[in-house]
Nanobody, 122 residues
């Protein structure tokens, strides 16, 4: 069973940048795709970004495309989310997620971290 620990959240002003990190343990990290999701106030959890097991392919929600970048370091068992030009609507709890598959497909299931709060003030 995988354990995920996020870090890097905080309170920033609009236009600022943050980098979230997620350290994974408990299973072979490099075998599996990884992702980031978020849940804003009063909203359902939504997909933000994902990356394949080898880092070759990434995917982004339209709302963050061009501003956020996902990456992974398999040697460090860590996945990152670089968030630039943050907006107040990016305010949410951000969850790291480990996929059950090496690439994300419709049958992929996710294991979740505890989340880290990101708050963007206007």
């Amino acid at each position: 069973q995988v354990q995920l620990v996020e870090s890097g959240g905080g309170l920033v002003q609009a236009g600022a940048s943050l980098r979230l990190s997620c350290a994974a343990s408990g299973r072979t990290f490099w075998n599996y795709a990884m992702g980031w999701f978020r849940q804003g106030p009063g909203k359902e959890r939504e997909f933000v970004s994902s990356i394949t097991w080898n880092g070759v392919s990434t995917s982004y929600a339209d709302s963050v495309k061009g501003r956020f970048t996902i990456s992974r370091d398999n040697a460090k068992n860590t996945v990152y989310l670089q968030m630039n030009r943050l907006k107040p609507e990016d305010t949410a709890v951000y969850y790291c997620a480990a996929a059950s598959t090496s690439v994300v497909v419709t049958s992929t299931t996710w294991s979740w971290g505890q989340g880290t709060q990101v708050t963007v003030s206007s």
